[in-house]
């Protein structure tokens, strides 16, 4: 039992960080392309229309892997997850099928004409396209998170005498209080990593003194998009959605701060330690005192509970992974928003482009936003556990009854060896149109 | 309302079919009949713009079954474990090979993409045959040994095959003769399918050759639909019975069986869309006739000591089946308006369109 739950879970983990690595793109990217198409139709200026050309492509090839490794995400709710399918499809069932309706059906009708259109529509009916496919994949991504929220802190339902989850009202699902917060939060995050992997590709081409004229536009354009958004990824969405954890799920708080024991006078911010979960302390810590009273309440001596106040058998399964995705994920984050300040000062001077170890900088963090979305939706996920559906459905009892964990292993192994070629493939893909660069404007 | 559900799951499914079928068809085309450049060009060119749109069809349907018959989708997807892994990952190799190949000018880069798309699209069109047969045939619900369930009673599991390879086993396989049987139906159907959408949609020099084609395997088609109808009372005890109950089902078979015989007159069609006007019905036909037959079963029990399933043993609760009425009703809206623009923008031969090229 133990083992296939750990092979299930594995499977789960595995393709959805794989998959989730696209989209995180493609959503913020369809915004960036379509300002792109938009600046060109206000200045006729070619450089723009060629810009949306070359991101379109990275964009298509990037949507495509995302297409490809999102199937098997619906699937495994009913293949590895049977249980908790049945018992909760009645209300995660229905966000879901709203996603297959209302999004993807309008992405795919419209993707075609945006990429092999533009000739048949004219230039503002093509504007018009990539609008649709940006609205597309963030009403997927707002349904994704609203299935994503009722398992965090459900709403709206009952349930029945057979262990069944029912829906007793359809509202609730949208108007829940962790929807808002982690919607905004993970839709400023996905423009956090278009805008780095904007502005890394220009910073690229300056650097390599190549296409500069792109290079410049596209770095540009990153800071500025990469600025607003990632100071939206801290405020106010992920302060509003750490205040959520707080209020709903404070075990998960405690471990996500690596908080053992109940700090009645103030809590002290941890900024670097190992948790040691077996002695419960933490090694090598660097901490400030009272900060997180003050963040978390407003107040410097508030009490925090610890995870001595909660029964060990609802403490996170996995505390330090959860410590670490999520001191991670802030830690980047504020990496970010150091970069992006200080790079629009230097845009504001004039400076960005001669600034050589900044663009060297841009042209290596390109990996790390896609860190820091994993890592964020690590500490969504393993905060959760060990609930599939918080307080109501432990995740021991979801997986599927009948499928034998030899049966999980082999597809898992099936997975890992077509996502790696699929991997090799999209990388020389994705480096053929960055080496080929958008197509020069002729005078 | 679970009446209506079914009926929107149905009609799903039959577009499913219809859409994604005649790219699978012309993927197995493309592997046994395209030997030049420019015709392998012209197959894509046909689907490219569409094939995406088309697999959409397939997740809405997984999407509606999740959400209006919870249990069913857990019991069959936990049930059907390997098949539908398989399914996935030869729905990523059709999907890679399309979308991959003009990417890169070189000879055995484009060979490579070419038989991943073709014997991936030949490999869907059969599994999709034999998963029609396996929701026909019925499974071991319950998991049932010497008269004693082992699981819960909506819950199976199934390998791929047992050594007899016979429908009417204790221990059943995925694949059996007669699951396979229906899988070869269907590559044969989808193939026809596939070449009248090419001949539809293109002005290739396969086009002439396609008709010829056609014609022999309706032949083909007609003999291994007569051989089935003859051995189905060994699974299905009495096929006939909706039917005798409510004569107005039979519309069912009879677009099939128009379908069938229409094709025959492949050669003398002046518009190039009739064949696949045809193709269609057969296969809406084919599909709905066999639902029919079993309904309100959705997936029948092979033991006593457990029921079958039917809409309303699997179905979700009163109040989210008839609130999802509201946006389903907006969605079908939207998505007939997606159709008729992506048709409109894309009409006529689609030789020229260059798909896939950068």
């Not at chain 1, 107040?299 to 999520?326: C, M």
């Not at chain 2, 997807?77 to 890679?96: C, K, Q, T």
């Amino acid at each position: 039992m133990e083992e296939m739950l750990f092979y299930d879970r594995m499977q789960f983990a595995f393709t959805i960080t794989f998959h989730y690595l696209f989209p995180q793109l493609t959503m913020g990217l369809s915004l960036i392309v379509v300002y792109f198409k938009w600046k060109f139709l206000k200045t006729n200026d070619p450089h723009y229309n060629k810009a949306t050309h070359f991101w379109m492509r990275i964009f298509a090839l990037n949507f495509a892997m995302g297409v490809v490794t999102g199937i098997p995400m619906e699937f495994q709710f009913g293949t590895n997850w049977a249980k908790f399918s049945e018992l909760t499809g009645g209300i995660i069932g229905q966000t879901l099928a709203m996603e297959g309706m209302f999004s993807f059906f309008l992405e795919s009708s419209f993707l075609g004409m945006f990429l092999f259109g533009e000739k048949i529509l004219g230039h503002r009916w093509h504007f018009v396209t990539g609008l649709l496919i940006c609205l597309g994949s963030w009403a997927s991504g707002f349904l994704i998170i609203a299935t994503h929220s009722w398992m965090q802190h459900p709403v709206g339902y009952e349930v029945l005498e057979n262990g069944k989850f029912v829906l007793n009202n359809f509202q609730a699902l949208f108007t829940n209080v962790w929807l808002w917060p982690s919607y905004l939060h993970n839709q400023a995050a996905s423009l956090v990593t278009s805008s780095f992997v904007v502005a890394g590709i220009g910073a690229f081409y300056i650097l390599w003194n190549k296409n500069v004229s792109y290079g410049k536009l596209f770095l540009k354009t990153g800071v500025v998009f990469g600025l607003i958004s990632s100071v939206i990824v801290a405020m106010p969405t992920g302060d509003l959605l750490a205040k959520n954890v707080v209020k709903h799920q404070p075990v998960t708080f405690a471990a996500m701060e690596g908080i053992f024991h109940t700090e009645e006078k103030g809590a002290e911010i941890v900024l670097i330690g190992q948790p040691d979960v077996k002695d419960k302390k933490l090694d090598n810590k660097i901490a400030v005192p009272n900060v997180l009273s003050f963040l978390t309440y407003g107040n410097w001596d508030t009490e925090v509970k610890g995870l001595d106040q909660f029964a060990e058998d609802r403490h996170p399964t996995n505390i330090s992974g959860l410590y670490y995705a999520y001191h991670i994920m802030v830690g980047l984050g504020t990496l970010f928003i150091g970069v992006m300040v200080l790079a629009v000062f230097q845009l504001t001077r004039k400076q960005l482009f001669q600034t050589k170890w900044l663009l060297w900088a841009f042209l290596f963090l390109m990996p790390f936003p896609y860190i820091a979305n994993t890592t964020g939706w690590y500490t969504a996920e393993l905060g959760r556990q060990p609930w599939l559906v918080y307080d109501l459905l432990r995740t021991a009892d979801g997986a599927s009854p009948t499928v034998s964990s030899g049966n999980t292993l082999f597809t898992l192994m099936g997975f890992v060896g077509l996502y790696a070629l699929l991997g090799m493939l999209f990388a020389i893909l994705v480096g053929k149109i960055i080496y080929q660069g958008p197509e020069p404007v002729k005078k | 309302m679970e009446f209506f559900w079914y009926i929107v799951l149905i009609g799903i499914l039959a577009t499913y079919l219809v859409l994604d079928g005649y790219d699978f068809g012309a993927g197995i085309i493309h592997l046994f009949f395209a030997k030049t450049e420019k015709d392998k060009k012209a197959i894509t060119n046909a689907i490219g713009p569409f094939w995406d749109a088309n697999e959409v069809w397939l997740i809405a349907a997984g999407g509606v079954l999740f959400y209006a018959f919870p249990t069913l989708y857990a019991a069959s997807f936990s049930g059907f474990y390997l098949p539908l892994m398989m399914i996935l990952w030869l729905l990523i190799f059709r999907a890679v090979g399309l979308e991959l190949r003009g990417q890169i000018h070189n000879q055995m880069w484009e060979a490579v993409w070419d038989k991943a798309f073709g014997i991936a699209s030949f490999l869907l069109a059969l599994f999709f045959g034999i998963a029609l047969g396996n929701v026909v045939r019925g499974v071991n619900l319950g998991m049932v040994n010497n008269g004693v369930a082992t699981q819960e009673p909506h819950f199976f599991f199934l390998p791929l095959w047992n050594p007899t390879f016979s429908p009417e086993a204790a221990e059943l396989g995925i694949i059996d003769w007669f699951t396979l049987f229906l899988g070869v139906v269907s590559v044969v159907a989808l193939m026809i399918h596939g070449a009248n959408w090419i001949i539809y949609k293109t002005n290739s020099s396969l086009n002439s050759q396609l008709k010829e084609v056609i014609f022999k395997m309706n032949f083909v088609l007609l003999v291994l639909v007569i051989v089935s109808l003859s051995v189905w009372h060994i699974i299905e005890k009495e096929p006939f019975h909706n039917f005798l109950d409510n004569p107005l089902l039979f519309i069912f078979p009879i677009i099939c069986f128009v379908g069938l015989f229409g094709l025959f007159k492949v050669k003398t069609f002046k518009k190039d869309g009739t064949g696949f006007l045809f193709s269609s019905m057969f296969l809406v036909g084919g599909f709905t006739s066999t639902t029919a037959s079993i309904f309100p079963v959705v997936l029948p029990s092979t033991n006593k000591v457990n029921p079958s399933l039917t809409i309303y043993n699997v179905a979700n609760g009163d109040y989210a089946l008839s609130v999802g009425v509201y946006w389903f009703a907006i969605a079908l809206a939207l998505v007939i308006g997606y159709f008729i623009i992506q048709y409109k923008v894309f009409n006529g031969k689609m030789d020229d369109v260059g798909y896939g090229e950068h």
